[in-house]
């Protein structure tokens, strides 16, 4: 397995690059927004890789950072998603936006993004819902900082008492947009969500 590559940045192309080290160029497909921070043929360059072997390849992606490529392989898991489909993703929005849709349960976004119909979107989320890290995911989209931290807290107290991430996230989603500020308050409601109040 490569897990990484630091070298000289020998071509940049569409949807890959080339990076030379010790006289080996390396082509490695990367998400756009990886292949549009790189800087110029001649510089620097440090990728975290990972290697898919197949039967008549052996192709590199590179990330910018881990959280990319793990983001990258929890794609990968789902059936009907390969290796050019997980990188259109990583293209649609920094991996805390494309953890939101998923966690959200957006279809409608992920099924804009190129490769990915309905179907596709659909099993994304019903296979990675509850088992991506959702650190730093709004739990509501679209809530302000301040409803964000209370909401982040909720979600602590609800994940302490036994449940999964994804159920603090749907319970906090079903919360009246006029819900108490009070932490206790909010807590009961979502327990109610549960059937436990």
């Known amino acids: 397995m490569i897990a990484s590559l630091r070298g000289t940045l020998a071509h940049i192309g569409a949807d890959h ?36 072997v197949r039967e008549d390849s052996l192709t590199l992606y590179g990330f910018a950072t881990v959280e990319q490529r793990a983001l990258f392989e929890s794609f990968l898991s789902v059936a009907g998603v390969g290796p050019k489909v997980a990188l259109s993703l990583l293209s649609a929005g920094a991996p805390e936006e494309i953890r939101a849709a998923i966690a959200h349960g957006d279809t409608a976004r992920l099924a804009r993004v190129p490769g990915i119909g309905k179907k596709t979107a659909d099993r994304l989320v019903l296979e990675l819902k509850g088992k991506l890290d959702l650190k730093g995911v709004p739990l509501v989209p679209g809530a302000p900082p301040a409803v964000a931290s209370m909401h982040a807290e909720l979600a602590e107290l609800l994940v302490s008492l036994g449940y999964s991430a994804a159920e603090a996230a749907s319970a906090i989603a079903a919360l009246p947009a006029d819900a108490p500020a009070e932490l206790e308050e909010r807590l009961r409601l979502a327990l109610r969500y549960f059937g436990s109040a």
């Open 17 to 52: 690059l080339v990076i030379e080290t010790a006289g080996v160029g390396y082509l490695v497909y990367a998400p756009r927004p990886v292949l549009g921070a790189l800087g110029s043929v001649g510089d620097s360059v440090f990728l975290h890789t990972v290697l898919i």
